[in-house]
């Protein structure tokens, strides 16, 4: 039974770019929520959607934006990259909406702006 | 504003002692409580939860203990194993807010001595 997959897996980007960040959650799982973890912090709550509508929102910035699909897949979008988007960003599925157990994470995609 | 505290960045144990992880919190409204472990080029996993209507929960060599009134927990491994080196995450969410959303702590590296 697949996990939670994440793509890529790194990647590089030069300041100002656009970057899409991509999640396949545990089939059956509808919610689906994207965390930034800065090198030394722990993760940071950034998105969650559950069937398809927004459901969070963290302390991020405009230029972050996210989306869920009909297949319950998720997009994380960062616009005008800077310096300090540098981070490794997790996608989390679970099950239901209410109860914080039962998150399964991704292994990550790890950004690098340059 | 560090809603969720875990105050040593680093622990060693040697293998077959307890190692005991400490978290504390600030937030009155958290209401249920997880432990995760992280190895490098890996996601958080998912270890252990404690909802804030109990005391104790135990899953194996793994108990977390809660103290609501010092907005404290901690999480116990007993007896320690090599295989337990890794990161260990705190975190806290306020699921009766209808909310899926986990605050983190920064994480402590727990090193098992063979």
């Known amino acids: 039974d697949a996990g939670v997959t994440q793509s890529p897996t790194h990647l590089i980007k030069t300041r100002g770019q656009h970057v899409t960040l991509r999640c396949s959650p545990i089939?059956?799982?509808?919610?689906v929520s994207w965390y930034q973890q800065v090198l030394g912090q722990g993760p940071q709550f950034i998105f969650q959607?559950?069937?398809?509508?927004?459901?969070g929102r963290g302390n991020f910035p405009d230029r972050f934006s996210a989306r869920q699909f009909p297949n319950y897949s998720s997009e994380l979008n960062v616009n005008a990259l800077l310096l300090g988007d540098s981070a490794l960003y997790l996608c989390?599925?679970?099950?239901?909406?209410?109860?914080?157990?039962?998150?399964?994470f991704g292994s990550g995609t790890r950004l690098t702006v340059v | 504003d560090q809603q969720v505290k875990q105050n040593s960045p680093s622990l060693s144990v040697q293998e077959g002692r307890i190692s005991i992880l400490n978290c504390d919190y600030t937030n009155s409204m958290f209401d249920y409580f997880l432990w995760y472990k992280k190895y490098p080029a890996e996601g958080p996993t998912f270890l252990i939860s404690?909802?804030?209507?109990?005391d104790k929960n135990e899953d194996g060599r793994f108990t977390v203990f809660l103290n609501k009134s010092a907005k404290h927990l901690s999480l116990h491994i007993v007896p320690s194993q090599p295989g337990d080196s890794a990161v260990y995450f705190c975190a806290a969410s306020a699921s009766n807010r209808g909310n899926e959303k986990l605050t983190f702590g920064t994480g402590t590296r727990l090193t098992i001595i063979p």
């Open positions: 404690i909802s804030s209507i109990k």
């Open positions: 959607y559950y069937e398809k509508e927004e459901r």
């Open positions: 089939s059956g799982h509808k919610s």
């Open positions: 989390a599925s679970s099950l239901v909406l209410v109860g914080a157990h039962g998150y399964t």
